[in-house]
């Protein structure tokens, strides 16, 4: 079974950035997109950037453009979300997912793999 393993979360102050990193556990796997999600307080899922792990086109959630950027090191088989500018409303668990399969980047049944995910907190 493929894990993805998050990294990089922490405690910040409004305005600071982080940079989150996510590995697989080593399995080999065909990978078509990569995905980052988050999970606020008494919410569901919901989608913050993803990209083409081919192309390596960029996709955002509206409330993660210019703030957050996704990039990816083929090398390493990471993906990496820089996440700038952060204000308190971005405290979630900010989960890493990825995608075999051609679909839809934004919705997170479309996801094949994820990680338990790493917390990050803003305080203001």
């Known amino acids: 079974q493929v894990q993805m393993v998050e990294s990089g979360g922490g405690l910040v102050q409004s305005g600071g950035s982080l940079r989150l990193s996510c590995a697989d556990s080593?399995?080999?796997?065909?990978?078509?997109?990569m995905g980052w999600f988050r999970r606020l307080p008494g919410r569901e899922r919901e989608f913050v950037a993803a990209?083409?792990?081919?192309?390596?086109?960029?996709y955002y959630a509206d409330s993660a453009k210019d703030r957050f950027t996704i990039s990816r090191d083929h090398a390493k088989n990471m993906v990496y979300l820089q996440l700038n500018s952060l204000k308190p409303g971005d405290t979630a668990v900010y989960l890493c997912a990825a995608q075999t399969l051609s679909g839809n980047y934004y919705t997170a049944t479309n996801y094949d793999y994820w990680g338990q995910g790493t917390q990050v907190t803003v305080s203001s």
């Open positions: 990209l083409s792990w081919i192309t390596g086109s960029t």
């Open positions: 080593g399995r080999t796997f065909p990978r078509y997109g």
